[in-house]
């Protein structure tokens, strides 16, 4: 599988776009042609040497739904909003190389003020309080907006490079860990499946690190056993050279359950449900 050959990233833009209804098909028209304008843009960052030269640096962790995230200090205290100029950029490991998968728009906001409507209602902004570099610090992102005085900085992840599982303006995008592994991502999947694969790829560091020390061995133990169910569903399914199917993903779903389970069980109810992106496991 060959991510410099995505010829469905128009089309894509363009039912990302129409999931939520645009005000007019003008508008509709100007936020696609600005993701294309993107993408034309950061062309020569797919060499992640050119960002460098250009004054791109990481920040962060390398996240299982985002990859890692490469900041530009000097876009990001001019603070304005050029669709051509995003300040960040994600990357993501692929086949050994790091491969740009798409750009984050950081835009630091005056009190009362609201993020650019550029891309339309579609643009889940999500806004952080503090530094810069809390971007790449946390576990989670949410679209809603914070009524905390202090720096404001409003984020805009646009995957404009790779298949998004949750629509082009996504704050995450699960489809990366199938993308890690040769997968080509299903239109459809339990967020849970995805989970258990990222165990394949180095996703585990992140979920310990994000269960806390004092709980990292139990739960270390949990996803160990949930990353041997994924590793042999993926396994079979590579030795009879076919995609994940619809069983495969239910039983990755399943045992990645059944790990938020066990560790709400043995450590706290609460560290599970944060693992599991907020919301508590459920049962199969």
């Not at 797919?46 to 390398?62: L, P, S």
């Not at 790091?98 to 550029?118: D, N």
């Not at 082009?168 to 967020?191: S, T, V, Y």
Request: with cysteine; glycine share 8%.
């Amino acid at each position: 599988m060959r991510l410099t050959h995505f010829t469905f990233l128009r089309a894509l833009a363009f039912v990302s776009l129409a999931i939520a209804p645009l005000p007019t098909a003008k508008a509709q028209a100007r936020s696609v042609l600005l993701v294309e304008t993107a993408r034309n843009a950061t062309e020569p960052y797919t060499d992640r040497a050119v960002a460098i030269a250009a004054g791109y640096r990481r920040v962060g962790r390398d996240f299982p739904s985002m990859g890692e995230h490469w900041l530009s200090p000097r876009l990001i205290v001019e603070g304005v909003f050029d669709v051509s100029r995003p300040a960040v950029l994600t990357y993501v490991t692929i086949e050994g190389r790091p491969t740009l998968t798409g750009v984050v728009y950081a835009i630091p906001l005056a009190p009362g003020e609201s993020p650019p409507e550029a891309f339309g209602p579609d643009a889940l902004w999500h806004e952080h309080n503090g530094t810069i570099d809390e971007e790449g610090l946390l576990a989670e992102h949410h679209t809603m907006h914070t009524s905390a005085t202090g720096t404001r900085v409003a984020f805009l992840h646009a995957w404009i490079r790779i298949p998004s599982s949750d629509g082009i303006f996504a704050a995450e995008n699960w489809a990366i860990p199938f993308l890690r592994l040769h997968l080509p991502p299903p239109d459809h999947f339990p967020i849970g499946a995805a989970r258990a694969l990222s165990l394949l790829s180095g996703g585990k560091a992140f979920f310990l690190d994000l269960a806390g020390s004092s709980a990292a061995p139990t739960v270390s133990a949990s996803l160990d056993q949930c990353s041997a169910i994924a590793g042999k569903i993926v396994s079979a399914a590579r030795s009879a050279h076919r995609t994940l199917t619809v069983d495969d993903l239910r039983e990755l779903d399943a045992a990645w359950q059944s790990a938020m389970t066990a560790i709400a069980g043995s450590v706290k109810a609460e560290i599970a449900q944060r693992l599991n992106g907020g919301v508590p496991p459920h049962v199969h």
